[in-house]
């Protein structure tokens, strides 16, 4: 059974950072693109990041020049790195993956607050 695993989630206030971890097991041919997205109550999920297999990263353009994702493949491990975070960074974090040959799954989600 895949699972995904998120870490890293928590309180920080306005400029400051926070690392997010998510660890994939179960997938026996492996895991595709890897990636983030967030979503705050009554909104839809938001695409943050990804990265490829490949490692090409793409960013939303609210994020971009202040969080890095990342990637270990032999830890099946997605990392995205925040700086600089602001207030409307507030939400819960999914970590997506995509499988091989076909198929995804979704993480359970990591709060993350940026107070002000």
């Known amino acids: 059974q895949v699972q995904l695993v998120e870490s890293g989630g928590g309180l920080v206030q306005a400029g400051g950072s926070l690392r997010l971890s998510c660890a994939a097991s179960?997938?026996?041919?492996?895991?595709?693109?890897m990636g983030w997205y967030r979503q705050t109550p009554g909104e839809q999920r938001d695409l943050v990041a990804t990265?490829?297999?490949?490692?090409?990263?793409n960013y939303a353009d609210s994020v971009k020049g202040r969080f890095t994702i990342s990637r270990d493949h032999a830890k099946n491990t997605v990392y995205l790195q925040m700086n600089s975070l602001k207030p409307e960074d507030t939400a819960v974090y999914y970590c997506?993956?995509?499988?091989?040959?076909?198929?995804?799954?979704w993480g359970q989600g990591t709060q993350v607050t940026v107070s002000s």
């Open positions: 997506y993956a995509q499988l091989a040959p076909f198929g995804s799954k």
């Open positions: 179960g997938g026996i041919f492996g895991f595709r693109t």
């Open positions: 990265i490829t297999i490949g490692n090409d990263p």
